[in-house]
């Protein structure tokens, strides 16, 4: 399975931006997705998923972000408003085939990662 993200870019504060998420070798819609993002210096940050459990959002971008998947173009996507400058890292797709992960905040637990989108939300 191979993930590509796309859509990350410069933007300033109070903007917003559309992430993508494509898998190849695998379908979207039997597994369980994830959005993670890591600023330099930082851990690995939760920021979405939508698996079996449902949809989750980590707390720092509840009400802001939005996560959606597109089964017929084998996609998953981060709808990113009202952006923060604290929102700045890049971002990651990733992929439980299983779709068995009780705790999607856990980035360990997923299988297959995309190479990151930068995102950089400008003051």
């Known amino acids: 399975v191979q993930l590509q993200a796309s859509g990350g870019g410069l933007v300033q504060a109070g903007g917003y931006l559309r992430l993508s998420c494509v898998a190849s070798?695998?379908?979207?819609?039997?597994?369980?997705m994830g959005w993670f993002r890591q600023a330099p210096g930082n851990e690995r940050e939760f920021v979405a998923s939508?698996?079996?459990?449902?949809?989750n959002y980590g707390d720092s971008v509840k009400g802001r972000f939005a996560v959606s998947r597109d089964n017929a173009k084998n996609s998953v996507y981060l709808q990113m408003n009202s952006l923060k400058p604290e929102d700045t890292a890049v971002y990651y797709c990733a992929a439980d085939s299983n779709d068995r992960i009780r705790n999607p905040r856990t980035f360990e637990l997923y299988e297959y990662w995309g190479q990151g989108t930068q995102v950089t939300v400008s003051s």
């Open positions: 939508v698996n079996w459990l449902g949809i």
């Open positions: 070798g695998g379908t979207v819609s039997t597994y369980g």
